[in-house]
């Protein structure tokens, strides 16, 4: 399980907010992509118990932690930023673009000549002001980027469980918008929703 050493030795070198950040969606064929980025006040941040990389966490265990981090961004024991990009802007821009577009709504929110932010190697950086360090699985090894990939993961599937109640058929609920194999037949069946990624491959086949 993981705790916030890296960020509290960088904490004791350097007075700059430290900033963990990680997006969820980027493969999905449906729904939209979520980014999401955490800052912890490390004088009264309780550390959070049972923090990995999401994946490796079951769903109630993700929502414990979610829960968790709503109660101490209430009490300013740290601040959560998200950021979104919907399906359809994907469709039109691609998602290269759709992802750097997230990214710089989010570094917006910071102080960039302040700030220090820990990314997952998989975030491309294209700004020179931009004070950061990259982590090759970053969020099975970072504890505040961890906590920015849970965040976001249980956002973005508590999204595509409420478009299942209006878009029955495609299983939404338990794919949240990955290709699944009745997520596929669905496609082919019902067609394509304005929740569906017209740039991906599996529903630009259909078109």
Same mark, same amino acid.
């Given at each position: 399980m993981l705790a916030p050493r890296f960020e509290l030795e960088l *904490? =004791? &070198?350097?007075?700059?907010? +430290?900033?963990? @950040?990680? $997006?969820v969606g980027r493969g999905s064929i449906a729904g939209p992509l979520?980014?999401? !980025?955490? =800052? +912890? *006040?490390?004088?009264?941040? +309780? %550390? @959070?118990?049972?923090?990995?990389?999401?994946?490796?966490?079951? #769903? %109630?265990? #993700?929502?414990?932690?979610?829960?968790?981090?709503?109660? $101490? =961004?209430?009490? *300013?024991?740290?601040? @959560?930023?998200?950021?979104? #990009? =919907? !399906? &359809?802007?994907?469709?039109?821009?691609?998602?290269? !673009?759709? /992802? &750097?577009?997230?990214? *710089?709504? /989010? @570094?917006?929110?910071?102080?960039?000549?302040?700030? +220090?932010?820990? /990314?997952d190697a998989g975030i491309k950086v294209r700004n020179s002001k931009l004070i950061y360090q990259q982590f090759i699985h970053g969020d099975n090894k970072i504890y505040s980027i961890a906590l920015a990939a849970i965040y976001a993961k249980v956002e973005r599937d508590n999204y595509m469980r409420k478009l299942a109640l209006t878009n029955p058929g495609y299983s939404f609920e338990t794919n949240v918008g990955y290709g699944t194999k009745t997520h596929l037949k669905a496609l082919k069946n019902q067609g394509i929703t304005i929740y569906h990624r017209t740039c991906f491959k599996p529903v630009s086949v259909l078109l």
């Open positions: *904490n =004791s &070198q350097d007075h700059k907010k +430290i900033v963990g @950040i990680d $997006e979520l980014m999401a !980025a955490v =800052s +912890i *006040n490390f004088s009264t941040h +309780i %550390k @959070i118990s049972g923090v990995k990389d999401s994946k490796l966490l079951s #769903r %109630k265990k #993700r929502e414990l932690i979610h829960s968790k981090l709503l109660v $101490e =961004s209430f009490s *300013n024991s740290l601040k @959560i930023t998200t950021a979104k #990009r =919907s !399906a &359809q802007f994907i469709s039109k821009y691609g998602l290269a !673009a759709s /992802l &750097q577009s997230v990214f *710089n709504e /989010l @570094i917006s929110h910071y102080d960039l000549a302040k700030t +220090i932010f820990l /990314l």
